[in-house]
Structures are given as structure tokens and as C-alpha cells.
């Protein structure tokens, strides 16, 4: 059972758990959150923050069956907050979220059957199989689908199952094969260095499904690597260096017939703590910089030591996908590649799509409600 007592100026309350735990709760926020502001199917919050003083009054705090009440000073209003909620929200710890799955770094001596894998069968089939591979996808940032039908539509109707698409200025869809007239040097038969996908777009798309139809061409291998571990290096070994990635924006850009999509981004994204998010390396569509002349040199050493992990074996996992296989990779986080190759050996036909972040890390939260309960 939980104490309760107001703390100081009747602006808080102080709640002690029976295993030594204790928080602080402060007035204004238990009333912004007080269970009857919130609509009860749709669980939006109804409650206007506007209509109450945010140095808002306790009058009285009493306990009724391990359930907190306040009865609040001004309003005659009461609020219960249950122990758990109470417990699930204390201020300032993060919130239990299923989709929060600690990042595995990796590098270059980690191996195609070192990937967390599965079929494509038991993921359109088997929820508990879907939410295992989903959440070790987003731990390692790149894995493996096996067994996929050849069919052009199989990547899609995996990826559907796991979010809607994300469509970009290449469609839904985008089918990467030499092609004549080309708009983008993944559709012609040249070696690409390791890159994330675009950039160049306000929010790159998040994971990427690449589904190997044909690769009987010679050459055409595949690279990957791991952008979060050559961020974790650079950091340790060149700080300045990861700061100015971290700081200075740089131009991006995609231009075609119909389209010129431009953005400024940091090639490193942290988040509000300091970690890296996201990295953006793409040299095809790095614009030209536009950073002050006396930035430059600076810059450019910086820009050229992180391409330049991006080449070095310690980083990079070089295999070769088969017809029937499909990556799964987090494009903000997993940079990929390819080897050039000869289209008059054989034919090649990759289709890829994307879902964003959001909606594959949504799945994981429902595919969890669903198997907790
Ligand atoms: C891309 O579409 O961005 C690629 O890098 C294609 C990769 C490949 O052809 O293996």
C-alpha cells in the first residue's frame, strides 16, 4: 500500500511505495492528467490546461483502497489516481514503452547469418514471431527475411503488415534495376558507396525493405554497416570532428523532371540527451556546402574522416543478397551499398519500399499489448 502526504505548500504531494521507492508529485500536473479530463474511448486528453491556475491548490489528499484522492482547493473537483498509474508515471523517469529497445552496435565481422532472420511465412502468419523480429530488427538496425515469394508484391505485403508506406518522390515503390534514362544512380548498374537513403527529404524514411527478385548478374554484391557504431568510434577518437557532424547543417539535394527536393541537415543527429538518433550520409545528393569559407577546411576533414569509415572493412559487412531474400534496415541508422555490376551476365531486379519509424515502432507497442495480455 502507497503513503501519501502533502508536500510543503500544498502545491505537491509526496508518495512512498512499500519497496522503499518514493516520488514527487506536482499539483499541476496531477490535474492535467487527472483521469476524468481524458475521453474514454479515444483517450484524448479533454481537459483544458487554460481553465485552472497552474499554481492550482490541494486541499486534501486521503487514500481509499491503495487509490490516491484529491480533492482540489478552488473547482470542487476530485481526482483519483490509481497506484499503478501513480507508479507507471513518477516525473522525471521514462515511461515503460515496449518499442524502446536498446540499440545493438555492430561491425564489420558481423555476417549475413549473424542477422536476426526469419521467413516471410511465419512473419505474415505468427504475431509473436512478427513482434520477436521487430523488436531484434530495431535492436541491430538490419535484418533478414528468407523465403520470400517471387513475387514483386511479397516485400510490400511484409512491410504492410508491419505499417503503411512511407511514398517518396519514387513512388510507392521503387525498383531498383539498371535502367535506361536513369534518375538516380541506384538505377544504373554502378558500384554505391554506403548511404542512407534521402537525405535530401525534411525527414529521411525510416526502415527500408529491399527485396532481392533477381541477382544473377557478376558483381552486384551487397555492403552494410552500422552508422550508430561509426558515430560511437569518431566520437571517442575525434570529438571535434563528431561535433561539427553533429552541428553544422549541410545541403541536401534530389532534382529530376518533377522534383527538386532540397534540406539542410547535420549529418549526425543527436537527441535532447546527447545520443545519436540518425545519421545522414549520402554523397550522391550532398549538395554543395555553403558553410562560411573559414568553416570549410575544418569541415570537409570532418565530413571526409566519417566517409572514410564508411570504406573501412572494421565497419563494413560485405555478403551478397540471393533471389527470395528481403533486408529489413533502419535507413537513419543502417547505411547500405551495393558493387557495381555487368547487366549483360544476368539480370538483377531489387523492389524496395519504406516504413517510417513511427508506425513500425507503433506495431511493436500493439503486437505487445496484444501478447501481454
Ligand atoms: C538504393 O536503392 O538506394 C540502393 O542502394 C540499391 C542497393 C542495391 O542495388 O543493392
Known amino acids: 500500500m502507497i503513503t501519501a502526504h502533502l508536500h510543503g505548500d500544498a502545491r505537491a504531494i509526496d508518495v512512498a511505495w512499500p519497496d522503499g ?27 483544458d490546461l487554460t481553465s485552472v491556475d497552474v499554481d492550482i491548490e490541494i486541499g ?18 476530485t481526482s483519483r489516481f490509481s497506484a499503478d498509474w501513480l507508479s507507471a508515471h513518477t516525473p522525471g523517469t521514462a515511461f515503460d514503452d515496449p518499442a524502446d529497445v536498446m540499440p545493438e552496435i555492430w561491425r564489420g565481422t558481423t555476417s549475413k547469418t549473424d542477422l536476426p532472420s526469419a521467413t516471410a511465412a511465419d512473419l505474415l502468419s505468427n504475431d509473436s514471431r512478427l513482434l520477436a523480429f521487430l523488436r531484434e530488427t530495431k535492436r541491430t538496425g538490419l535484418s533478414i527475411v528468407t523465403d520470400m515469394a517471387n513475387d514483386a508484391e511479397a516485400g510490400m505485403t511484409v ?71 561509426i558515430a560511437q568510434d569518431l566520437k571517442a577518437q575525434d570529438p571535434d570532428a ?27 543527429q543527436l537527441d535532447h540527451s546527447g545520443a545519436v538518433t540518425e545519421l545522414r550520409i ?16 575544418t569541415y570537409y576533414r570532418a565530413y571526409q574522416t566519417i566517409l572514410g569509415m564508411t570504406r573501412a572493412p572494421a565497419y563494413v559487412m560485405t555478403t551478397r543478397l540471393e533471389g527470395g531474400e528481403m533486408v529489413i534496415f533502419d535507413n537513419r541508422r543502417a547505411l547500405h551499398g551495393r558493387a557495381a555490376f555487368d547487366p549483360s551476365t544476368g539480370f538483377r531486379h531489387l523492389r524496395g519500399c519504406y516504413v517510417d519509424r513511427g508506425e513500425f515502432e507503433s506495431r511493436i507497442r500493439v503486437l505487445s499489448r496484444v501478447n501481454a495480455s
Open 60 to 77: 486534501d489528499v486521503s487514500l481509499d483502497n491503495g487509490d490516491l484522492t484529491v480533492t482540489w482547493k478552488a473547482g470542487d473537483h
Open 21 to 47: 521507492r518514493s516520488a514527487t508529485f506536482p499539483a499541476i500536473f496531477l490535474r492535467d492528467n487527472c483521469p476524468s479530463g481524458f475521453h474514454p474511448q479515444t483517450l484524448e486528453r479533454e481537459f
Open 159 to 229: 512491410a504492410r503488415r508491419i505499417g503503411f508506406l512511407r511514398e517518396t518522390n519514387f513512388g510507392q515503390t521503387f525498383e531498383v534495376m539498371s535502367k535506361p534514362d536513369p534518375t538516380n544512380l541506384a538505377y544504373t548498374s554502378h558500384a554505391l558507396p554506403l548511404h542512407t537513403d534521402l537525405p535530401n527529404q525534411e525527414l529521411a524514411p525510416g526502415f527500408q525493405f529491399l527485396h532481392c527478385l533477381a541477382n544473377e548478374a557478376d558483381g552486384g554484391g551487397s555492403t552494410f554497416c552500422d552508422g550508430f557504431a
Open 282 to 297: 549520402n554523397a550522391h545528393i550532398a549538395s554543395v556546402f555553403d558553410m562560411p569559407a573559414d568553416q570549410m577546411q
Open 242 to 268: 563528431f561535433n561539427l557532424l553533429a552541428t553544422v547543417p549541410i545541403p541536401f539535394r534530389f532534382q529530376d523532371n518533377g522534383y527538386d527536393i532540397r534540406n539542410h541537415h547535420t549529418v549526425i
